[in-house]
């Protein structure tokens, strides 16, 4: 089980789920110059929304009908969180110096983790989630049903994203937002209303990955958005801040770099334990600072509107 | 005698497919001071970032007192090029003296060990600091101002402490950027008398301006930026008589324009682009403003 | 708030309509009710805290409310003009009494409404408590009435905001000799100390809250009177002599205490405290969100550990003196400060929060993996590097207790004291540091990169010495935090964590307290140390409060408890003389031009 096809698939399957992740990040950080601390954690209440639905469905519900509905579900929390944090803790802040809304999203994170630790029943530990764990091997590759709906819900989610930005008036009027806002104001283009659309369009995207996660992984916890957040936004920045397709190639060259990291590097001479999951999450880190130094505008180029 | 303090030789800056400024040559020389003007969007700014490190010219090169101008802008101020913003960039909340003292700052080399241990040179070099700032203060006619806020200053004072400032680094070139841009003319004036009093320490000064009367007073040479090339250059009296300037400004187009080739070949290009829909994402770095 | 001239501004009536005497005698009498009913019996059982079952003698939260009783009569008599005591409201505004009447009035209702939940019923009250109920709602109202001065025109009613608004202008004290004014300072560091010490050795949840009661309405009275700014004055005028008040005061706190943990506690916020101010020259200076500081500290501490020559170390044969552990433990941070800052710092400012978010992480992750199992075994993996010696400088073992001229100090005094040299030298760094030349780089490069630059100012290389500063100066602290836990762990080095250190705590003491000043670090990391350790209820809540506090403090107040001056500025208007950024109009009437 440990081919490289097989390898290269789960790191394309991981990759895509940062790839959704990392959308949320982008789109944001292109507009307003605002790292959303709090969108890994919108990823986790978009996860909690849905395993809410799912608890609220009779057992024995098809997953036909639970899937779609989850979707419905999660989304409707994170994309409701996502547009509250901006209305009342970032649109306030909008002329304050850079490090307000950093901390301000620092603390939202902080927050909303509590939240869902204390108030949502059980969640100080990971709360199992329904799995599609029905498998299926393609040459030496196996992967579940919920590799299919992750690599399905990331080609669906990309495309109409796409379609959207090129094609729809509000699309073009969001990248007119994002190269120039003030002009775009002149525009006559309701900014705010932009600003509000493109934290809406990164908290379901969230949302999405999240019921990805549950449905592969069988369980969520309060805690994961915290590093799948942090390496989210490492994809993002890989490909290209503020470039949406860099997102989602950021995103799989992530995924697969880390798994075939952890896969492969303790075959490296001297690095013999180094290896194995447990060093993943550096290996990742250390990608970032190699982007960084080599390359900062990303793969793709960087997309954002030059504030001097 | 004149020896040449600022050379720019066939300075071009293209991004990506736009070229902003295009071959031109400029110089000034010690104790002039040599006005640049041109209607909006005609690369002047561009130009500008040229000589101070910003950008670095795609083609053709740019001197200080013989050396090629470094490509960052904090070298190029420790060459002896200061500046002073459009848009006021003072340090706004901090005080008049500090702004000035941190113009100071390529002049003085105490670090951080020297603050952290605070030996007789530390004391020494803040207080000389400090006297050469209250200098420059008591010369632009702030020094009673000394301990107020920046932003808390009125407009024209502002802009005063923004010069002072540059003039704190103690440059050879001074490069001041719309320095009257809404002023009244009592403002206008007092300008004029302190580019005069600049000149007279034996520091030259290039002037981008939109004010037509201020630039043709104070400048011993003009230059004029149409579309990125240099459309004439010479004495005040020479430029304004010039009626291929009086057009460029008010846009009735002549023969021989900069550009023209340039707006037959975006025509070409728009007709072939009528075919296929763009749907180009790509932001391209033109200019600022 | 629209009031403009003071000269003509309208006569008021109080919010509730009272006869201005009523009012006055309201309060007087209701202040000195207040004060004496702390001496009456409240409840009949001891078995709520504090012993409040006597009749004569005040006990546990009944000093509470005696003190601000005494503070509202105080105050009250101050706004009347009594003799003597004019000093005490400069303005005779109104917001004093009623700050200090909310205080006793919350303290008071807060103790009966505890003793009835607690003790589960009214029936548990006695009559003393009733008194003291009404006692201490009685000024409330009356101060709630009192007009504000004015002469003129039609009556207008006050409003909730004026009543606990500050004076507009404070006359500038009296001028006094140096010797007073020292005598001030030294008075106000005795009161401060004892204040702090009582908080510190609170023993039960009620009492701290209580304690908080008094202590921000007292605080917050004192400063809508104008105390505070006059006493800022003072000390701006004997900068040294407060300074050395204040070590002084630091010094002898361990002397205070009969009990080795609260010296613990003491020393816990010293570290913690100076591992903020540290973080205060990163973000508060020069800008930089670093949200991974406490990595900075953790490897300063694992250095420490592993030249203390604990058996558990790799290099157990090694066994350096504090000194050389110390500047050891400082170089490692610095490299790795280095190491981080170098290819992140030209880019980017939001990049460096990503960046050493990450750092931090990995630090932990590397850390607990170096166990010889998932890698070469350098720190022991998950179970740490325990059994680090204590200290020993010329005999004198910091792990065992003395006796010092009848005082006993105890192993945390010990180190206590270290701790407070150590502060010593991190404020000397810090207020050296920013008053100078690369000082005033961090600034311009934080308020505007781009001009900083234009300046001359390399930003890269000052942000870059800022932030090893930083990571050095956290090193240092971690190298001595090392040696008090007699252990180090993997585990704490996170960047959210229910107890310090972690990352967020160290940003949030920072934020909360004041960026840019030497002694908001320094509150803010005794607060979030102590709420968290005081109120047992609110340990398993205190990360929520956190975020919420982060979320609130920058919308609300973002320049922290302590504003640095600049930044007060920076964040609010302030109805000076304003210029907006860009213009091109100006106010006279003349031929205006268009910039570009």
Same mark, same amino acid.
Not at chain 1, 166 to 195: C, K, V
Not at chain 3, 270 to 297: K, M, P, Q, R, S
Not at chain 3, 388 to 401: C, H, Q, R, V, W
């Given at each position: ?308 | ?289 | 708030? +629209? ?12 919010? *509730? ?98 003793? +009835? ?59 006094? !000799? ?5 005598? *001030? ?77 609260? !010296? ?16 205060? *020259? ?315």
């Amino acid at each position: 089980m440990n081919t490289l096809p097989q390898q290269l698939a789960n790191g394309l399957l991981l990759g895509s789920m940062y790839g959704l992740i990392a959308i949320g990040y982008t789109m944001v950080y292109g507009i307003v110059q605002l790292i959303n601390f709090a969108h890994g954690e919108i990823f986790m209440t978009g996860g909690f929304g849905a395993l809410t639905v799912y608890l609220a469905l009779p057992s024995g519900t098809s997953m036909w009908a639970l899937v779609p509905l989850m979707l419905i579900g999660g989304g409707m929390v994170a994309v409701l969180i996502a547009v509250g944090a901006e209305r009342f803790a970032y649109r306030p802040l909008r002329g304050a110096p850079r490090l307000a809304p950093l901390i301000t999203a620092i603390g939202l994170s902080l927050a909303l983790q509590e939240v869902v630790r204390n108030f949502y029943p059980d969640a100080d530990r990971a709360r199992a989630f329904p799995g599609l764990d029905n498998t299926h091997d393609i040459g030496s590759v196996t992967i579940k049903d919920a590799d299919i709906f992750l690599i399905l819900a990331a080609v669906v989610c990309m495309a109409s994203l796409a379609f959207f930005v090129r094609r729809s008036r509000t699309g073009r009027a969001m990248q007119a937002t994002a190269q120039d806002p003030d002009t775009a104001q002149l525009m006559g283009i309701d900014t705010n209303r932009i600003i509000v659309i493109a934290f809406a369009i990164g908290g379901f995207f969230a949302a999405v990955a999240a019921v990805a996660y549950g449905l592969k992984y069988g369980n969520i916890d309060y805690r994961m958005g915290f590093l799948m957040g942090l390496k989210a936004f490492t994809a993002a920045v890989l490909g290209g801040i503020g470039n949406i397709y860099g997102a989602m190639l950021g995103g799989l060259v992530l995924g697969v770099a880390e798994t075939l990291a952890s896969a492969y590097i303790d075959g490296i001479p001297g690095m013999q334990q180094l290896g194995g999951a447990s060093w993943a999450n550096v290996w990742a880190f250390c990608l970032l600072i190699l982007v960084l130094l080599f390359r900062p505008q990303g793969l793709l180029g960087e997309r954002v509107a030059d504030r001097a | 005698m004149t020896t040449p303090v600022l050379e720019a030789r066939d300075v071009t800056m293209r991004f990506g497919g736009l070229t902003a400024v295009r071959s031109v040559d400029f110089t000034v020389n010690s104790g002039e001071i040599v006005g640049l003007i041109g209607p909006n969007g005609a690369g002047k700014t561009t130009f500008f970032n040229c000589l101070t490190g910003l950008y670095v010219p795609t083609e053709g090169k740019v001197s200080y007192k013989g050396t090629v101008l470094p490509p960052k802008p904090h070298l190029v101020t420790q060459a002896g090029i200061a500046r002073t913003f459009q848009n006021i960039r003072l340090f706004a909340n901090m005080t008049v003296l500090e702004n000035v003292l941190v113009g100071r700052h390529t002049r003085t080399k105490e670090g951080i060990w020297s603050a952290l241990l605070r030996g007789p040179g530390f004391k020494k070099a803040e207080k000389a600091s400090e006297e050469r700032s209250m200098e420059l203060l008591e010369f632009i006619g702030l020094a009673h101002k000394r301990d107020h806020l920046a932003r808390n200053l009125p407009y024209g004072e502002q802009r005063k402490l923004e010069i002072a400032r540059a003039l704190a680094s103690e440059p050879g070139l001074l490069l001041l950027d719309e320095p009257t841009a809404g002023m009244n003319p009592q403002e206008t004036r007092a300008t004029e008398e302190l580019v005069l009093a600049i000149r007279d320490k034996g520091i030259a000064v290039l002037l981008i301006e939109h004010d037509m009367r201020f630039v043709f007073n104070l400048s011993d040479r003009v230059a004029v930026l149409v579309q990125g090339e240099k459309l004439v250059e010479g004495t005040p009296e020479v430029v304004q008589a010039d009626e291929r300037v009086v057009a460029a400004y008010l846009g009735t187009p002549f023969e021989g324009a900069p550009g023209d080739e340039e707006v037959a070949e975006v025509e070409a290009a728009e007709a072939v682009a009528e075919a296929a829909p763009a749907d180009s994402t790509t932001s391209t770095r033109g200019e600022a403003q | 708030m +629209t009031d403009t001239l003071t000269k003509t501004r309208p006569a008021t009536r109080g919010l *509730i309509p009272l006869p201005s005497a009523a009012a006055h005698a309201l309060i007087l009498v209701g202040g000195v009710a207040t004060a004496a009913s702390a001496y009456l019996a409240w409840t009949w059982t001891s078995a709520f805290p504090g012993n409040l079952t006597f009749n004569g003698y005040p006990g546990g939260l009944q000093w509470l409310t005696f003190t601000a009783g005494i503070l509202t009569v105080l105050f009250a008599l101050a706004r009347q003009g009594a003799p003597g005591l004019k000093w005490l409201s400069p303005t005779s505004n109104n917001a004093p009494v009623v700050l200090s009447t909310l205080g006793a009035f919350g303290t008071t209702w807060f103790t009966v409404i505890s003793i +009835t939940a607690d003790l589960g019923g009214l029936a548990n009250l006695e009559p003393g408590a009733y008194v003291a109920a009404v006692a201490s709602l009685l000024p409330l109202i009356g101060a709630l009435a009192l007009p504000q001065e004015g002469a003129g025109e039609r009556p207008v009613k006050e409003t909730l905001g004026h009543y606990i608004a500050k004076a507009d202008r404070i006359p500038a004290a009296q001028a006094t !000799a140096p010797w007073i004014q020292r005598l *001030i300072i030294t008075a106000v560091t005795i009161i401060g100390l004892a204040t702090f010490t009582y908080g510190i050795d609170t023993e039960y949840g009620e009492l701290f809250i209580g304690y908080l009661f008094v202590v921000v309405f007292a605080i917050w009275a004192m400063h809508t009177a104008g105390l505070i700014d006059r006493f800022s004055a003072l000390v701006a005028g004997n900068r040294s002599f407060t300074l050395a008040m204040g070590f002084a005061a630091a010094i002898a706190f361990p002397f205070t205490q009969t009990d080795d943990h609260y !010296a613990n506690i003491g020393v816990n916020i010293l570290i913690f405290g100076t591992v903020a101010l540290g973080l205060n *020259i990163v973000v508060g200076l020069a800008g930089l969100l670093d949200l991974g500081y406490v990595a900075f500290l953790g490897v300063g501490a694992y250095t420490a550990a592993l030249v203390s020559g604990s058996e558990f170390s790799t290099f157990s044969g090694v066994q350096f003196p504090f000194w050389a552990s110390a500047l050891t433990g400082a170089a490692a941070s610095l490299l790795f400060g280095v190491l981080i800052g170098a290819p992140t710092l030209r880019l980017r400012g939001d990049y460096l929060a990503i960046v050493t978010l990450g750092f931090g992480e990995i630090f932990r992750i590397a850390v607990n993996n170096l166990d010889g199992d998932s890698g070469p075994d350098l720190t022991n993996g998950p179970n740490g590097i325990p059994s680090i010696p204590d200290l020993s400088f010329f005999g004198y073992n910091f792990g065992e207790s003395h006796d010092i001229a009848g005082f006993t100090l105890g192993r945390f005094a010990n180190y206590y004291l270290l701790m407070v040299l150590i502060m010593a030298i991190v404020v000397l760094v810090y207020t050296r540091a920013a008053d100078s030349r690369i000082g005033r780089s961090w600034i311009a490069i934080r308020e505007d990169e781009t001009a900083a630059t234009a300046m001359g100012i390399n930003g890269f290389r000052v942000k870059l010495v800022a932030f090893a500063l930083g990571a050095a100066l956290a090193g240092l602290a971690g190298t001595v935090s090392a040696h008090v836990t007699y252990s180090v762990v993997p585990n704490p080095y996170q960047f959210a964590g229910s107890t310090p250190p972690n990352s967020a705590f160290l940003l949030a003491a920072v934020v909360l307290g004041g960026m840019g000043t030497v002694a908001g670090p320094l509150l803010g990391a005794a607060l979030l140390y102590l709420l968290p350790e005081k109120l047992v209820f609110l340990q398993d809540k205190s990360l929520l409060a956190f975020g919420i506090a982060l979320v609130l403090l920058m919308r609300f107040r973002p320049e922290g408890i302590i504003a640095n001056r600049r930044r007060q500025l920076e964040f609010h208007e302030t109805g000076q003389l304003d210029v907006p950024d860009t213009t091109t109009l100006t106010d006279q009437p003349a031929v205006t031009k268009t910039g570009a």
